[in-house]
Nanobody, 125 residues
Framework: QVQLVDSGGGSVQAGGSLRLSCVAS????????MGWFRQAPGKEREGVAS????????FYADAVKDRFTISQDRARKTVYLQMNSLKSEDTAVYSC??????????????????WGQGTQVTVSS
């Protein structure tokens, strides 16, 4: 059974940085998309970034491109989200998710069937 444990959230001022971590267990970590999603109060969940664990190719939402970086440590079955130049609009609960490789839009939450518990990120201006 796939289990994801995400962590690393916190409170920072605008312009600051945070690094989120997601440790996976119960998976081979090959041939998966590992993604980060976020949900702000009163808003729908949105995809932030995703990485193909086999090829290493990464994908980003326009809102975070050039500020966020997704990476992986295959030996530790861990995916990271480095968030720089944080803005108040980045405030949300961030969750990692996993799905076996699929075709189509990689930041669609409906494609993912395994989820972490979420970690709160709060950015104050």
């Amino acid at each position: 059974q796939v289990q994801l444990v995400d962590s690393g959230g916190g409170s920072v001022q605008a312009g600051g940085s945070l690094r989120l971590s997601c440790v996976a267990s119960g998976v081979t970590f090959n041939g998966y998309f590992m993604g980060w999603f976020r949900q702000a109060p009163g808003k729908e969940r949105e995809g932030v970034a995703s990485i193909n664990t086999l090829s290493g190719l990464s994908f980003y939402a326009d809102a975070v491109k050039d500020r966020f970086t997704i990476s992986q440590d295959r030996a530790r079955k861990t995916v990271y989200l480095q968030m720089n130049s944080l803005k108040s609009e980045d405030t949300a609960v961030y969750s990692c998710a996993a799905a076996r490789s699929f075709s189509g839009y990689v930041l669609a939450s409906s494609k993912y069937n395994n989820w972490g518990q979420g970690t709160q990120v709060t950015v104050s201006s």
